[in-house]
């Protein structure tokens, strides 16, 4: 069956700029995780979701950061006002459920900001 | 907190030699221990895991051995091939707090010559 997609796959975009990136989990997957790997950084986790819930938003860089999903299936992560320190590649993972089950990842978007 | 530490690489290896890639952790909890993979140009995927002591995971001719008493997860591979050239993530999650957030470590870059 289709692995997780996310879109676009890269966005370049002018500092100040609003970004939002996609993601469509495997269908049937309840839990959904953003992540974000940048050079300084490595791979950080980011938020995530139980169904349409996001109990904690701890892990979300800055207020400008936000994320919202769905029927419990696509996920869009919005960056406001974007920075230059916010040009990472953003990852999503989705799994059958919230614990004790593995994370299948999707490609990835690159964003770069000017 | 959590945190799991990697060799830092690259690591740069002929053609059949042996692969070690250290991995240790500091976790609170029990947590399972995960090596993902990214090939140049792709996703991040799941290598192996192990979820409790003494547990081994292989695939593909890696493993790796749950060591609680020294809190490692070293990945080995008897024999290294040109096209395990990747990245390589250790990583682990630790389900007590009802999720499975993963914490990775920096990544370790393999490359392997002919």
């Known amino acids: 069956g289709a692995g997780v997609s996310q879109s676009p796959s890269n966005k370049v975009t002018e500092k100040g700029k609003d970004v939002e990136l996609r993601c469509d989990p495997i269908s049937g997957h309840t839990a959904l995780y953003w992540y974000r790997q940048s050079l300084g950084q490595g791979l950080e986790f980011l938020i995530y979701?139980?169904?349409?819930?996001?109990?904690?938003k701890s892990g979300l860089p800055s207020d400008r950061f936000s994320a919202e999903r769905t029927g419990g299936s696509v996920s869009t992560l919005t960056i406001q006002r974007t920075q230059q320190e916010d040009s990472a590649v953003y990852l999503c993972?989705?799994?059958?459920?919230?614990?004790?089950?593995?994370?299948?990842f999707g490609p990835g978007t690159r964003l770069t900001v000017t | 907190g959590d945190s799991v530490t990697q060799m830092e690489g690259p690591v740069t290896l002929s053609e059949e030699a042996f692969l070690t890639i250290n991995c240790t952790y500091t976790a609170t909890g029990y947590p399972s221990l995960f090596w993902y993979v990214q090939y140049p140009g792709e996703g991040l995927q799941l290598l192996l895991k192990a979820t409790k002591a003494d547990d081994k995971g292989s695939n593909k001719g890696f493993e790796a051995t749950y060591r609680k008493e020294t809190t490692s997860f070293h990945l080995e591979k008897g024999s290294v091939q040109v096209s395990d050239s990747a990245v390589y993530f250790c990583a682990l999650s630790d389900p007590s707090g009802g999720y499975n957030k993963l914490i990775f470590g920096a990544g370790t870059r393999l490359a392997v010559h002919p």
């Open positions: 993972a989705s799994s059958l459920k919230l614990a004790g089950s593995e994370q299948y």
């Open positions: 979701f139980q169904g349409n819930s996001a109990p904690d």
